[in-house]
């Protein structure tokens, strides 16, 4: 497709459960992002990969979130044990280059809901 | 760490009233600096940019300048329409930890015809 993709859409979930949410970005692009947003915020920067290396994860809340993009493409945004905390939308963004001028061009989101 | 502050809002216009929305930002290293909308239903999509002191974004007929002085990267239009009803972001970038957008809080905008 011409734009970043994100599945699922929704999610609802039961405490305890682990989650796995996708996000395939605009082909060729260099750099991933993936951010949370809850109601009525801004997105807060999870972490982001060049390639398939991690550049940071700083922002990752603990360690039940963990993130992946093996291939330098496809990147999974995994939470373990859910939370109801953990509730948002995920958004995943890629941008073409390395530079921070470059735009980041944002996916649909997944809003998930634990239970 | 790096920060940034926005108007809090809701802003409700008349259409064709004159908008602004502030937004400062934290003055480490040299930022690039966004603005973002999402309309109602829909995901996240650059407005407009700046990568350098006294640029000027524009786009949709907002328009945004980058002030190193005062840190700021106001958003304007001269006239606003019922289809600019969205919210808007702020949000630079610093090449210095990691070029990832860091976002203001949002301001919604309501335009009332």
């Known amino acids: 497709g011409a734009g970043v993709s994100q599945s699922p859409r929704y999610k609802v979930t039961k405490r305890g459960q682990d989650v796995a949410l996708r996000c395939d970005p605009i082909?060729?692009?260099?750099?991933l992002y993936w951010y949370r947003q809850a109601l009525g915020q801004g997105p807060e920067f999870l972490t982001y990969f060049n390639y398939e290396a991690q550049q940071d994860k700083s922002g990752l809340p603990n360690d039940r979130f963990s993130a992946e993009r093996p291939e330098g493409s496809i990147s999974t945004l995994t939470i373990q044990r859910t939370e109801q905390r953990d509730s948002a939308m995920y958004r995943c963004?890629?941008?073409?280059?390395?530079?921070?001028?470059?735009?980041?061009?944002f996916g649909p989101g997944t809003r998930l809901t634990v239970l | 760490g790096d920060s940034v502050t926005q108007m809090e809002g809701p802003v409700t216009l008349s259409e064709e009233a004159f908008l602004t929305i502030n937004c400062t930002y934290t003055?480490?290293?040299?930022?690039?600096l966004f603005w973002y909308v999402q309309y109602p239903g829909e995901g996240l999509q650059l407005l407009l940019k700046a990568t350098k002191a006294d640029d000027k974004g524009s786009n949709k007929g907002f328009e945004a300048t980058y002030r190193k002085e005062t840190t700021s990267f106001h958003l304007e239009k001269g006239s606003v329409q019922v289809s600019d009803s969205a919210v808007y972001f702020c949000a630079p970038t610093y090449n210095n930890a990691g070029n990832m957008l860091t976002f203001g809080g949002g301001t919604r905008l309501m335009v009332k015809p």
């Open positions: 963004a890629s941008s073409r280059e390395l530079a921070g001028h470059n735009e980041q061009f």
């Open positions: 082909s060729g692009h260099v750099s």
């Open positions: 003055a480490t290293g040299y930022p690039s």
